[in-house]
């Protein structure tokens, strides 16, 4: 698969709008991250519902849906592939309102990894110099951490965990659904809006929406930030290979960081920086070499 310019500038594009979520996230007091990831479900789907109408894909989430009533295994892998995203939505929503949005950030660190691991073994994808170079480099610098305090913090374990073992289980499997971004995302909604209804009847704050009005808009424009970065970010997956979306990925944590410290007042321990900079080194040989790549592919006419 040769490099395509939309799919790096899609993957640039959801990372940043990913890491606008946390502060945004902060502002939906009095709800907890249960709530803010339930109603994230539910908003989501007249957001999609509206994006299908305006990008005039309606006729293609037409024919996925003919092609569940002629799939079984696709309707069978549904509930599988919103299992596995609810699970980084619910992670992912709740670390900010706790201020650990700098531990989440760290265990994001390992996904990439994941991916270029999972580029490798099961699509054969090898990586270029510069690319290999970026990987040993971000290897550094969770290795830095783990010296730094020993052990992670178990909430960056778990974040590894989902992540590194969730996200890359969820990419493959939505490759071979062959959905595109905004239908395969819309059915996922669906499976989980049954979950986010419950939640929200069984445990939303008494008078939260009267005490705190604000939410009433605050609320849809979530849903609207969440739908723009995850169907840019399920495009990306798919116009390019594994391994160099995953590395691409960087772009997110790196971004929390310094949205989780700026703005959200989370501290910092100065010699995490040895932690961070080999990340942001990675980050910046990654642009590099899809910069130099796309130039090379410009010239030969592709």
């Given at each position: ?17 990913f ?45 996925v ?63 270029r110099p ?39 289980p ?11 971004a ?10 989980l ?46 116009l ?63």
């Amino acid at each position: 698969m040769r490099l395509s310019g939309r799919g790096v500038a899609l993957s640039l594009i959801a990372s940043v709008l990913f890491a606008l979520m946390p502060g945004y996230v902060r502002e939906l007091a009095p709800l907890d991250g249960v709530q803010v990831f339930a109603q994230r479900v539910l908003w989501s789907i007249p957001v999609v519902l509206s994006l299908l109408v305006l990008t005039r894909q309606w006729p293609a989430f037409v024919t996925v849906l003919g092609r569940l009533r002629r799939e079984p295994l696709l309707l069978a892998a549904l509930p599988l592939s919103a299992l596995l995203i609810g699970l980084q939505w619910g992670l992912f929503l709740w670390a900010p309102l706790q201020g650990r949005m700098l531990e989440v950030s760290l265990g994001y660190f390992l996904l990439p990894l994941a991916m270029v691991l999972a580029g490798g073994v099961f699509y054969g994808e090898r990586l270029r110099p510069l690319q290999l170079l970026a990987v040993c480099c971000a290897v550094l610098g969770v290795l830095h951490e783990l010296w730094l305090t020993r052990a992670f913090s178990w909430l960056t374990l778990v974040t590894a965990l989902v992540t590194a073992l969730g996200y890359p289980p969820y990419f493959m499997l939505r490759r071979w659904m062959r959905l595109d971004a905004l239908s395969g995302f819309i059915l996922e909604m669906a499976v989980l809006a049954p979950l986010a209804i419950w939640l929200i009847l069984s445990f939303s704050p008494p008078g939260a929406f009267s005490d705190s009005p604000q939410l009433w808009w605050l609320i849809p424009g979530l849903g609207l930030l969440g739908t723009l970065a995850f169907a840019a970010m399920m495009a990306s997956s798919r116009l390019l290979p594994l391994g160099l979306f995953g590395i691409l990925s960087y772009v997110e944590p790196v971004l929390l960081f310094a949205v989780a410290v700026a703005f959200l007042g989370e501290a910092f321990n100065p010699a995490q920086l040895w932690t961070y900079l080999p990340i942001w080194l990675a980050v910046l040989l990654i642009g590099w070499d899809s910069a130099m790549l796309l130039r090379k592919q410009a010239r030969q006419g592709f």
